[in-house]
Structure formats: structure tokens, C-alpha cells
């Protein structure tokens, strides 16, 4: 488990030194490129009333969670619980096929631009969140359902064997969200168009959750549960002034106070935690306002 965390960081550490690597090349190329950005009513007239989709996939790391699980005959919290994501082997026939759209962890969104710099967009992130088996954690509380496990708990040790618990947010973590982004072009040739965007987001979250707690019975219903919000900051490739390729990186905070964990009402979970997210978006921008005419000096005419 300790060689899994390591790696976990390592990996965190590598995606951060990637983005600001990136980053910092995109920003030096646009100082050095010998190329101006369009007049600022030409940039108007380029974003403003365009709607934008964006279809990609997400990878995620998750901070350790306090779980508080209470019920009809239990009260107990389990400390620093770790969890991680569950990426889909990459298939064309999986990852590009419409109707298997929930099996990757994907990221949907639609936009639009109410002025050149600015844009609202609704979203969905299709996360996924696994606690991880066999892992010792801390335990305090009460168990009294004629079960292996009744007892009394104050600072003891126990291992999260599936017979006790099986806790994942497969079907997925779902977040559902409005968020605003600032968008600024930093850079313009020919054929693409380099753009920084950063944005806040807020949202609820409904997922599907998949629990068995105590050898009890599996409840894996879809469920609101909490809410959650995100800072992110990307970089987008327009082409052709149609086209978009853009990479996220986001941090957030989710709180979810009212996680089903069985078919009964009492039953429920409650816990939250940070966490960061990569992501890769192909999608399309198109106008659908129409855009003004642009009046030349040389057609207006003097009256005599």
C-alpha cells in the first residue's frame, strides 16, 4: 500500500511538472512569435454568440477520506481511508463508441460565449472512486447487527476486507456542473489559434453508488448525494477557427453528506475530500448568433 501511495505522488508530481512544462512553452512562444493578436472587434466578432461542445476522458487522484457510516444498527467512522481512480484499458471500441459512453471516465460539455473573454458552460464529469480492499485503517464506533463484525471500536485497527466493506462511485462520481471561464488567446497563426482559459465551477453531485456494507445486501442505485466545486486552468488548440483540442488541469473539493449504502432509508454515508483531475476534450465551436457587419471606411459615403 505505502509503494502504491509513492507511486500515486510520483505520478501526481510528473502530470504537474507536465502542465507547467507546457505551459511555460506555450507562454514563451507567444512572446517570441513575431505575430499580433486580431484587433479586439475582430476578437468580438470571432467568439462572442458561439456555442461550443466538448467530449474527452479524465484522470483523477483523491486525498484520504474520513467515511462516517450510520444507520439502523450502526454508528462508526473509519479515518484516512484511501481511494483511487478506475481508468478503462483504452479500446477504440469503448473509449469512441457513443452508447458505451460510461464505462471510461468521460467529461461532457456545452458552452457559450457571451463576450469575446467569457463563457458559461454546463457541464458533466464521469468520475469514478474506488476504496481500496485490504487496507488498514482506524476505526471508532458501535456495530450491533448479529454480524462477525458487532462490537465496540475506540481507536482500534481494522482491515477493509470486502466481507466488511465494499465502497466505489463507479457508475460514477458524477459531477454536475455550471462553471464560467475566462478565455484569452496567446497566440495566432494561420491555421490555429493557442488560448489559456481558467474557470470556477459549482455543482451537485449523483452517483451511482456501488455498496455492500456488513455482507449486507448491494445497493447501486444513482443517488443525490452532496455537492462539489473546481478552479481549473487549460490550454485550447482552436483549428480553422472550428475545431478544439483542449487539456485541463482541475483541483476541487467534494462533500458528500448523504451517500446511500443500503436499500433502507436510515442507512447512509458521509464523508469528503480534495481532489485533482487531468483531462483531454476534442469537441467543436459554431456561431449561432449572427454576426455583425463589419462597415469599411472606403464604402461609406460623404454627402456633398
Not at 505575430?35 to 487522484?61: E, R, S, T
Not at 469514478?128 to 476505526?139: G, L
Amino acid at each position: 500500500m505505502l509503494l502504491y501511495q509513492d507511486l500515486a505522488v510520483m505520478s501526481m508530481r510528473k502530470l504537474l511538472l507536465l502542465h507547467f512544462v507546457f505551459l511555460s512553452f506555450v507562454l514563451l512562444q507567444a512572446q517570441v512569435a513575431d505575430m499580433q493578436a486580431l484587433p479586439a472587434f475582430d476578437y468580438k466578432k470571432i467568439n462572442k454568440g458561439k456555442l461550443y461542445i466538448l467530449v474527452g476522458w479524465n484522470w483523477d487522484h483523491y486525498t484520504k477520506s474520513d467515511i462516517h457510516f450510520k444507520g439502523r444498527d450502526h454508528d462508526f467512522t473509519l479515518y484516512d481511508v484511501k481511494a483511487q481512480d478506475r481508468n478503462t484499458p483504452f479500446s477504440a471500441s469503448v473509449y469512441l463508441n457513443p452508447s458505451r459512453l460510461s464505462i471510461p471516465q468521460t467529461n461532457l460539455k456545452i458552452g457559450y460565449y457571451f463576450h469575446h473573454n467569457w463563457n458559461l458552460a454546463f457541464g458533466l464529469d464521469h468520475m469514478k472512486y474506488v476504496v481500496e480492499n485490504y487496507q488498514e485503517v482506524s476505526i471508532e464506533g458501535e456495530i450491533d447487527g448479529a454480524t462477525v463484525f458487532d462490537g465496540s471500536y475506540q481507536d482500534d485497527e481494522i482491515t477493509l476486507y470486502p466481507s466488511f466493506l465494499q465502497y466505489e462511485h463507479t457508475d460514477g462520481l458524477n459531477y454536475v456542473h455550471f462553471e464560467i471561464n475566462r478565455v484569452d488567446r496567446i497566440l495566432k497563426t494561420k491555421f490555429f489559434d493557442i488560448n489559456l482559459s481558467e474557470g470556477i465551477s459549482l455543482g451537485a453531485l449523483v452517483p451511482r453508488s456501488d455498496v455492500v456494507l456488513l455482507g449486507g445486501e448491494e445497493w447501486d442505485k444513482y443517488h443525490l448525494a452532496g455537492y462539489g466545486t473546481t478552479l481549473k486552468v487549460g490550454v485550447n488548440l482552436t483549428f480553422f477557427n472550428y475545431f478544439h483540442i483542449q487539456s485541463e488541469l482541475k483541483g476541487g473539493f467534494i462533500h458528500l453528506p448523504d451517500v446511500k449504502t443500503t436499500p433502507y432509508k436510515e442507512d447512509k454515508a458521509s464523508q469528503h475530500f480534495f481532489f485533482s483531475q487531468h483531462n483531454i476534450l476534442f469537441g467543436a465551436v459554431f456561431p449561432i448568433i449572427k454576426k455583425e457587419k463589419r462597415v469599411s471606411p472606403v464604402n461609406i459615403k460623404l454627402k456633398d
